[in-house]
């Protein structure tokens, strides 16, 4: 049981890394490169962040179908983690909700 404990956080502290990275190259990408490429008209900016986000975004599903595989949540809790992956912003307190997960299940590793 505790091996199970400590997979699950490890996992779902990739889970956090993935959800940071995605949520700040949304931010990068919409609210830098987008503005560069429409104000000052240079689109090398979202030629660059695209693919860099469009790589975060796959990680992030990736990471999420794993977590779906090992049973750590609910479907409701991951259908609400994906959803978080195509909202600015959402994706950073997509990572303190993960992280308050974190929290819980280090402290039932402690009482075990």
């Given amino acids: 049981m505790k091996k199970e404990i400590k ?3 490890a ?3 990739q889970l956090k890394l993935a959800s ?3 949520a700040s190259t ?3 990408l919409l609210c830098v490169a987008v503005p560069l490429k429409h104000l000052w008209d240079w689109p090398g900016a979202v ?3 695209g693919p ?4 975060a975004f796959i990680f992030y599903g990736w990471v999420l179908l794993q977590t779906v595989g090992a049973g750590v949540w609910p479907r409701r809790q991951i259908a609400l983690l994906a959803a ?3 909202v600015p912003f959402a ?3 997509a990572s303190r909700y993960i992280r308050r997960h974190i929290e819980a299940l280090d402290r039932e590793y402690a009482a075990k």
């Fill in 7 to 9: 997979i699950n956080i």
């Fill in 84 to 86: 978080s992956a195509f």
């Fill in 91 to 93: 994706g950073f307190f």
């Fill in 20 to 22: 940071v990275i995605e």
């Fill in 26 to 28: 949304l931010a990068l």
């Fill in 52 to 55: 860099l986000h469009g790589l």
């Fill in 11 to 13: 996992l779902l502290g």
């Fill in 47 to 49: 030629r660059a962040m």
